[in-house]
């Protein structure tokens, strides 16, 4: 039941948004529905209000490699900001040099996803921020051990009282979090040339272009990524109409279903955003497919049903080029030195 609601769905969209889209007004319109640009400064946080001091603390935790156990792994380890927001691995590497189930999705315009990892278990970035820090795969780290190392540092004590000027007792993993969220928040892309053409500017796209986004919208790839991150907002069986090969789509990883523990949703991710996607090989929960062109052929036979042709793969690419935005500009934080009540790094090399 649950596919043939999402094949009427998409059948749906494809129907309404189908015919001789090219035209320049009655294609912009559409796009102008179905998408919206990423705004210039950073969205706000719910029940997590900003302000410059948690932003600066915030940035200096994201890239703070002694809030894991080893002393080694950051959040920037894994969502490197000035590589697209992620590490450029099939499944990222983690404590003990484990490597990890899935491949690290992009911490970049993250702000705008519905939920957070693949199968959205973090309602928002601040749960996200604690999930890998606790996780044995990841940064093996206690919320009373990652406590105590802050605690250990007289600048990071200071930092969290500014940040949290309210609180008689700031240094706390939950603030942990609440700071990384701030900065994680004000890692967006704007001004693609996607958004320039949202915002009226025929010109912004070139022919290639506007042909892949003509295609991207009658196709229906549209159907599960829009909005402002072109995806991110829904959740989607991977192989509505087929699923793909056991390299692509493991059996062994039923997405969605272990957090909801609902039958309807085996083999269910949240659909991934596609900013910056020409940035952020490789793809899939699984990291398997390394080539764009190929994801989208992929995308056509197993979601949509379609059989894309190597012309249609080759517009829907280039729309999917301009896609990419203004990366953020991060000044590297210095962080402070250690002092001897600060815990020693532990269990990355292993005997």
């Given at each position: 039941?649950?596919?043939?609601?999402?094949l009427a769905?998409?059948?749906g969209i494809?129907?309404?948004?189908?015919g001789?889209?090219?035209?320049?007004?009655?294609?912009m319109?559409?796009?102008q529905d179905l998408?919206?640009?990423?705004p210039?400064?950073?969205?706000?946080?719910?029940?997590?209000?900003?302000?410059p001091?948690?932003?600066e603390?915030?940035?200096?935790?994201?890239f703070?490699?002694?809030?894991?156990?080893?002393?080694?792994?950051?959040?920037?380890?894994?969502?490197?900001?000035?590589?697209?927001?992620?590490?450029?691995?099939e499944?990222?590497?983690?404590?003990g040099?484990?490597?990890?189930?899935?491949?690290?999705?992009?911490?970049i315009?993250?702000v705008?996803n519905i939920?957070?990892?693949?199968d959205?278990?973090?309602?928002?970035?601040?749960?996200?921020?604690?999930g890998?820090?606790?996780?044995g795969?990841?940064?093996?780290n206690?919320?009373?051990?990652v406590?105590?190392?802050?605690?250990?540092?007289?600048?990071?004590v200071e930092?969290?009282?500014?940040?949290?000027?309210?609180?008689?007792n700031?240094?706390?993993?939950?603030?942990m979090?609440n700071?990384?969220?701030?900065?994680?928040?004000?890692?967006?892309t704007?001004?693609?040339?996607?958004?320039?053409?949202?915002?009226g500017?025929?010109k912004?796209?070139?022919?290639?272009?506007?042909?892949?986004?003509?295609q991207?919208?009658?196709?229906?790839?549209?159907?599960?990524?829009?909005?402002?991150?072109?995806?991110?907002?829904?959740y989607?069986?991977?192989g509505?109409?087929?699923?793909p090969?056991?390299?692509?789509?493991?059996?062994?990883d039923?997405?969605?279903f272990?957090?909801?523990?609902t039958?309807?949703?085996?083999?269910?991710?949240?659909?991934g955003?596609?900013?910056?996607?020409?940035?952020?090989?490789?793809?899939?929960h699984?990291?398997?497919?390394?080539?764009?062109?190929?994801a989208?052929?992929?995308?056509?036979?197993?979601q949509?049903?379609?059989?894309l042709s190597?012309a249609?793969?080759?517009?829907?690419?280039?729309?999917?080029t301009?896609?990419?935005?203004?990366?953020p500009?991060?000044?590297?934080?210095?962080?402070?030195a250690?002092t001897a009540?600060?815990?020693?790094p532990t269990?990355?090399?292993?005997k």
């Amino acid at each position: 039941m649950r596919k043939l609601t999402l094949l009427a769905v998409a059948a749906g969209i494809m129907a309404l948004y189908s015919g001789p889209v090219l035209a320049a007004d009655g294609l912009m319109k559409q796009a102008q529905d179905l998408f919206k640009p990423i705004p210039d400064k950073a969205p706000e946080t719910k029940n997590n209000p900003a302000n410059p001091d948690k932003l600066e603390l915030g940035k200096m935790l994201f890239f703070e490699p002694r809030i894991s156990s080893s002393h080694l792994i950051s959040c920037n380890t894994c969502h490197n900001v000035g590589w697209g927001g992620m590490d450029g691995l099939e499944t990222s590497i983690g404590h003990g040099w484990q490597k990890g189930p899935r491949n690290a999705p992009t911490a970049i315009n993250a702000v705008f996803n519905i939920a957070q990892f693949w199968d959205g278990r973090a309602e928002d970035l601040k749960a996200q921020a604690k999930g890998p820090v606790q996780a044995g795969v990841e940064m093996s780290n206690t919320p009373a051990q990652v406590e105590a190392t802050l605690k250990s540092m007289p600048e990071y004590v200071e930092r969290f009282k500014k940040a949290f000027p309210s609180q008689a007792n700031p240094v706390t993993f939950d603030n942990m979090a609440n700071a990384i969220e701030i900065f994680e928040a004000t890692l967006i892309t704007p001004n693609s040339k996607f958004d320039k053409y949202l915002k009226g500017d025929a010109k912004a796209l070139n022919d290639a272009e506007v042909k892949g986004l003509a295609q991207f919208i009658d196709k229906g790839c549209a159907s599960c990524h829009n909005g402002v991150n072109v995806g991110g907002s829904g959740y989607y069986p991977f192989g509505v109409v087929e699923k793909p090969g056991a390299d692509i789509l493991p059996p062994g990883d039923k997405g969605r279903f272990a957090v909801t523990k609902t039958a309807d949703d085996n083999y269910v991710f949240r659909a991934g955003p596609l900013r910056n996607i020409a940035r952020t090989a490789p793809y899939f929960h699984t990291g398997k497919v390394w080539d764009l062109k190929q994801a989208v052929a992929i995308m056509g036979d197993s979601q949509l049903g379609i059989k894309l042709s190597n012309a249609e793969v080759e517009q829907i690419t280039a729309f999917l080029t301009a896609l990419t935005g203004d990366q953020p500009k991060v000044t590297y934080p210095v962080l402070p030195a250690s002092t001897a009540a600060t815990p020693k790094p532990t269990g990355m090399i292993r005997k």
